[in-house]
């Protein structure tokens, strides 16, 4: 299981609490997180990701393990302490302006 930190926008429109578990086909991968949280919750299509390019929203940013993955490439293999689900996968809406 890999556990995911939603924010409270997408929790929302989800209808689901903070933290999310799901089950992700090794090697565990950003694209293949996001591929099961669009399956497991087809309202969040198209708000992580484009629906037709699949990039990250601009304002979207992913983290784990004290690292900024966001700008990963969706087949990389995301580190094993989240692969094993000790540490979640955190799905943050970045702010913008001064």
């Known amino acids: 299981m890999i556990r995911v930190v939603l924010p ?3 929790r929302t429109l989800a209808g ?3 933290e999310v578990a799901l ?14 949280i669009e399956a497991t919750y087809p309202m969040l299509c ?3 990701r ?4 699949r990039r990250r929203r601009p304002l979207v940013r992913f983290f784990a ?3 900024d993955l966001s700008h990963d490439p969706p087949d990389a293999p995301l ?3 989240v692969a094993t689900g000790r540490e979640p996968f955190l799905i943050v809406g ?3 302006g001064g």
Request: proline share 8%.
């Open 46 to 48: 198209g708000t992580i």
């Open 23 to 36: 089950t992700v086909a090794l090697p565990a991968t950003q694209g293949a997180v996001l591929d099961a």
């Open 16 to 18: 689901v609490g903070r």
């Open 8 to 10: 409270p926008h997408l």
């Open 79 to 81: 580190p094993e302490a």
């Open 65 to 67: 393990c004290e690292q």
């Open 94 to 96: 970045a702010m913008a």
């Open 50 to 53: 484009d629906a037709t390019t």
